[in-house]
C-alpha cells in the first residue's frame, strides 16, 4: 500500500504569482483535504474533494481552488499569491465512505512554499 | 477563542516518564478525536483516533476523551527519545459530507535521554 505523496517539496515563487501544488491519495482512498499549516501553528482546513466534487471548504478565499482526478491524484492551485500565503501545504485522504473510517485522514509530508 | 486550545509547550521530560498531553474544546459537536505527531518538516501522522468518550490503548499510548468537560488527552508511557515531536490534536463534528478536521496548535515535546 503506497502512501500520500506530494510534489514539489519546496517552492519558491513572488508575490503575484500563481503556484499549483499535486498530491497523489492513498491506494483505495477517493477522498482528498489540503490544510495549510502555518509556521508554529496547526494545519488549517482549505477543502475536501470526494469523488471530483468539492465537498466543504474552509475559510480560504477564492483565490484557493481545487481540483480532483479520477485516479486519485489532486491539485492545489493559489492565484495572486500574498506573503502570508508562506506555509506548509498539507494533502490528506481518506476512505471516503460513511463511517469512522472517514476521520482517519493521512497526510502527505508537505509542500513548503515561500513567498517572497 | 478558539474552537481547539492546545498548550504549545515545549514540554521537555527525561527518557522512561510519562508524558501527559491536552487539548480543550468548545465545540460540543465535536464527536471524533484524534492524535497526530509531527517530526519537523516533516507531515502529520496519525497515532491514535477515538469515537465519543472514553479510553482507547495503542501500545505505550492511550487516549482520553471527557466530552462532558471538552477535553481530550493522550498519555505516553516510557517514553523514548524518538517520541520527540509536535503532537497535535484534531477533532471533527462528524458532518458526513465535510470530513473537515480542526487542530489545535500543537505541542512540542523533548524526550531528553
Known amino acids: 500500500e503506497t502512501g500520500v505523496t506530494q510534489s514539489p517539496t519546496h517552492l519558491i515563487k513572488t508575490r503575484g504569482q500563481q503556484v499549483t501544488l499535486r498530491c497523489s491519495s492513498q491506494?483505495?482512498?477517493?477522498?482528498v483535504s489540503w490544510y495549510q499549516q502555518a509556521l508554529g501553528q496547526g494545519p488549517q482546513f482549505i477543502f475536501q474533494y470526494y469523488r471530483e466534487e468539492e465537498n466543504g471548504r474552509g475559510n480560504f478565499p477564492p483565490r484557493f481552488s481545487g481540483l480532483q482526478f479520477p485516479n486519485y491524484s489532486s491539485e492545489l492551485n493559489v492565484n495572486a499569491l500574498e506573503l502570508d500565503d508562506s506555509a506548509l501545504y498539507l494533502c490528506a485522504s481518506s476512505f471516503g465512505t460513511s463511517g469512522e473510517r472517514d476521520y482517519e485522514q493521512y497526510f502527505g509530508p508537505g509542500t513548503r512554499l515561500t513567498v517572497t | 477563542q478558539k474552537e481547539v486550545e492546545q498548550d504549545p509547550g515545549p514540554l521537555s521530560v527525561p527518557e522512561g516518564a510519562i508524558v501527559s498531553l491536552n487539548c480543550t474544546y468548545s465545540n460540543s459537536a465535536f464527536q471524533y478525536f484524534m492524535w497526530y505527531r509531527q517530526y519537523s518538516r516533516k507531515g502529520p501522522e496519525l497515532l491514535m483516533y477515538?469515537?465519543?468518550?472514553g479510553n482507547k490503548e495503542d501500545g505505550r499510548f492511550t487516549a482520553q476523551v471527557d466530552k462532558s468537560s471538552k477535553y481530550i488527552s493522550l498519555f505516553i508511557r516510557d517514553s523514548q527519545p524518538s517520541d520527540s515531536a509536535t503532537y497535535l490534536c484534531a477533532m471533527s463534528d462528524g458532518n458526513f459530507g465535510n470530513e473537515k478536521l480542526t487542530f489545535g496548535t500543537g505541542t512540542r515535546l523533548t524526550i531528553i535521554p
Open positions: 491506494s483505495g482512498h477517493n477522498t
Open positions: 477515538t469515537y465519543s468518550s
